[in-house]
């Protein structure tokens, strides 16, 4: 028999479902990072936590991917979620040993050829910054930025982020960057995303000059592996 009554509650129930979900989809964080002369900062991490230290959990096992491409890593910088694991493959036709003495994550993959790499990602389990280096390239440097949050994003060349489908709330928006002068209060900002809204913040940046060993040229036809 069809039930009327049970057919009202059934959409009753729909709607109310989408509702809590539209809410919840529209809140956005954009961010812009610069330098001190105004100048946009490629390679900038941005992370919002929540005040409240609750954070929705819906991936319990997220996992990225760090390629070495024509002797160089790929990305340069990679934010991610504490616990997630990483795999190094290796796209080409030489070998390379990648290694880390961070204290965020200590690790050595000795000497590996060009493939997927080993089968056994590395977790990186702590919060903080990780250089990653290679024993044989010396100019190949990259970073994983591990942080406490699902909610990151990592700014491209125009200097900015976007973050979409934050729960609405009270975050503590921060930026990193490996170049980046000591974390001061200008690195942390408090901000308050309303339901629906789109919140932008802007962060200022004093870089320090560091020095990177030069890649040996193509060119010059020196000898380089
Ligand atoms: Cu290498």
Known sequence: MFNHRYLFIQIISV??????AFGEAG?????????IKGKPVADAV?????VSGQVNVTDPAP????????????????????????????????????????TAKTFEIPLYPQGAGPSVPI???????????????????????????????VTDKHGTIRIENLPSGEYNVQVWHPRMKKA?????QQVRIAAGATVTKEFTLKLKKVWRPLRASKL???VYR
């Open 15 to 20: 709607i109310l479902v989408a509702g809590s």
């Open 27 to 35: 809140q956005t964080l954009n961010s812009v990072v610069k330098d």
């Open 46 to 50: 941005v992370y919002a936590t929540p």
């Open 63 to 102: 996992q990225a991917t760090i390629d070495q491409i024509d002797k160089e890593f790929v990305n340069y910088v990679t934010p991610v979620k504490i616990g997630t694991a990483v795999l190094f493959p290796n796209s080409d036709n030489i070998r390379h040993h990648v290694y880390s003495f961070s």
């Open 123 to 153: 977790i990186f389990d702590k919060p903080g910054a990780v250089v990653l280096g290679c024993n044989i390239h010396d100019w190949m440097k990259a970073y994983v930025y591990v942080v406490a949050t699902p909610y990151f994003a």
């Open 184 to 188: 001061d209060k200008s690195s942390k």
């Open 220 to 222: 010059g036809g020196g």
